[in-house]
């Protein structure tokens, strides 16, 4: 007898969308669009995550600079086991919930939500705010969240999906149509960013942190030391050298340059019953790490309809990006 997939009649009954013209197509789930391995780790985090409230869930839609973040959150968390990001890249460090740990609507890795003795449990994922499961929601957990500007995201899943052979290849314009209509990968983008923004204003127990890739770039250490506050793990006026520490072996420089980050083919997900088995490419995760290399790569005509629907939608809500 053939074995259903997870969700299959859910997932069947959605809308979809031929993103790129080629198969696998994405499903509209309440108002976002996924793949459809995404959207069942997204269901199985509904079902089964539980999340204990001394968590820290770091937040962000794909190439906004999250591996950049689970260095950071890695290391200011655990302090004296920083240099563990010199042998394991932090994806394994900090795994995701739906692109890891419920892959394919499967709990692949039961191991990775131990939560370690002497620290909180980290964990990622890119569900946006609205379908995060309702107890993750009213639980005590933290929440961090990183937003990067529209252009500069864009040219980085471009490339990011170019150098991944699982992605299904799309042109930078599609990518650019994709963004500004909202039918993307995780899409729509602004959406995903003004679900955890509002959040972050609203919450009256101040438990999102919000940050850009922008300001992250332009005071990493004062970040680090605003993150340490945020999760209860302030460092001291004494502890410069710790904090600049932090910085340099999360640097793009740093990581990029760690012989486990240059693994062209790291399987993702551990689970042997998931075929096709998921690779990526570690080395794509460390692309140019700069602010503005989109001049590089979009026409003047692309940078100006994005930043027109940057504009509408972000408008009111007192987030420029
Ligand atoms: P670019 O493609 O613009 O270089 P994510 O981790 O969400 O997939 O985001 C990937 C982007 O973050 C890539 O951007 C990547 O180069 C950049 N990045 C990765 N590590 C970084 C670091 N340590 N410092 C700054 N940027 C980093």
């Not at 460090?93 to 692109?99: A, D, T």
Request: glycine fraction near 6%; charged fraction near 25%; proline fraction near 7%.
């Amino acid at each position: 007898m053939e074995e259903t997939e997870p969700y299959e009649d859910l997932i069947k009954s959605l809308p979809t969308d031929p993103f790129g013209g080629s198969p696998p197509p994405l499903h509209q789930y309440k108002g976002f669009w996924f793949r459809q391995l995404t959207l069942q780790g997204l269901l199985a985090t509904h079902d089964y995550f539980i999340p204990l409230p001394s968590d820290v869930l770091l937040c962000s839609f794909q190439k906004t600079g999250t591996t950049w973040l689970k260095s950071l959150l890695f290391s200011i968390i655990n302090r004296h086991s920083k240099d563990s990001l010199l042998s394991t890249n932090p994806h394994f460090l900090i795994p995701s919930l739906e692109l890891q740990i419920y892959r394919g609507g499967k709990l692949c890795t039961p191991e990775l939500l131990e939560k370690p003795s002497s620290s909180s449990r980290i964990l990622s994922t890119h569900i946006p705010y609205q379908l995060l499961p309702p107890f993750v929601k009213d639980s005590d957990c933290k929440i961090v969240y990183i937003a990067r500007n529209p252009k500069d995201f864009i040219v980085s899943l471009w490339h990011f999906m170019v150098s991944n052979r699982h992605h299904h290849p799309v042109s930078l314009q599609e990518a650019v149509d994709g963004i500004c209509s909202g039918v993307f990968p995780g899409g729509p983008y602004f959406d995903h960013i003004l679900g955890y923004w509002k959040e972050s204003l609203e919450s009256s127990s101040k438990r999102v942190f919000f940050v850009t890739y922008e300001d992250l770039k332009r005071d990493t250490a004062g970040h680090v030391r605003r993150l340490g506050e945020f999760l209860g793990c302030p460092f001291g006026v004494d502890d410069e050298q710790e904090v600049e520490e932090i910085v340099r072996i999360c640097s793009f420089e740093t990581m990029r340059n760690v012989e486990v980050n240059k693994n062209e083919e790291q399987l993702w997900a551990n689970d042997e019953r998931l075929i096709p088995r998921v690779t990526l490419s570690l080395k794509s995760l460390f692309r140019k790490g700069e602010v503005g290399d989109h001049v590089n790569h979009l026409t003047p005509e692309m940078i100006e309809r994005i930043d027109e629907v940057a504009k509408e939608r972000l408008s009111g809500s007192g987030l420029s990006l």
